[in-house]
């Protein structure tokens, strides 16, 4: 049973353009939303995170949006880059739940 | 700044022997986790450990595999008689509490051959 489901698998952009990552969740008893961001030899980092208690969190280019009753969340990144060039995991119930991860290509 | 450290960085192992996994967690985090990534695929959990317990563990997670923090400051991950498919990458993790950002080691790649 797949606690949390990521899409898309694999994602190409145009530097400077946005991109869209989505994570849709099971349990309703998740209250933690983070993002990690792996590079290729290296262990995850987390790159954003939220709560429930709100709709969406900004930290520069990178926000999450969370709909609780659709019980999904998503990540945007603004003006991509290509050392944005990662592979992205969503992930919850305490960090015991990783999305199946989407490859993010960012061409110059 | 802190960070989560593991040793070794590479281990190749014959079928059916023992390895030891070792990882030293972030001094003040109480929380403890073992994953594993096959090359190029999910983040698979297999145990968290608090409080000098184990406080979940997945189904990977079998009399095979047991972790142990032996002292103040380390914490291993122990896989009895290693099978092929025991290849991958193994991070450790930590965090403060739970719910919160957990920190990985840069992990340690397990080659069965």
């Known amino acids: 049973q797949q606690q949390v489901k990521q899409s898309p698998q694999s994602l190409i952009v145009q530097k400077g353009g946005i991109s869209i990552i989505n994570c849709a969740y099971e349990n309703t008893a998740f209250d933690y939303f983070p993002w990690y961001q792996q590079f290729p030899g290296k262990g995850p980092a987390l790159l954003i995170a939220i709560r429930p208690d709100v709709s969406e969190k900004k930290e520069g280019r990178f926000t999450i949006s969370f709909n609780k009753s659709a019980k999904q969340f998503s990540l945007h990144i603004m003006d991509s880059q290509p050392g944005d060039s990662a592979t992205y995991f969503c992930?919850?119930?305490?960090?015991?739940?990783f999305g199946t991860g989407t490859r993010l290509t960012v061409i110059p | 700044e802190p960070e989560v450290t593991q040793t070794p960085s590479h281990q190749v192992t014959q079928m059916g022997q023992e390895v030891i996994l070792r990882c030293v967690p972030i001094?003040?985090?109480?929380?403890f986790y073992w994953y594993r990534q096959i090359l190029g695929q999910k983040v698979e959990f297999l145990v968290s450990f608090y409080n000098n317990e184990i406080s979940e563990k997945s189904e990977i997670f079998d009399d095979q595999f047991s972790v142990e923090r032996p002292d103040g400051s380390n914490f291993t991950l122990k896989i009895r008689s290693t099978k092929l498919e025991d290849s991958a990458m193994y991070f450790c993790a930590s965090s403060v509490k739970v719910n919160t950002e957990a920190f990985f080691g840069q992990g340690t790649r397990l080659t069965v051959v």
């Open positions: 992930a919850g119930k305490n960090n015991l739940f």
């Open positions: 001094s003040n985090h109480l929380y």
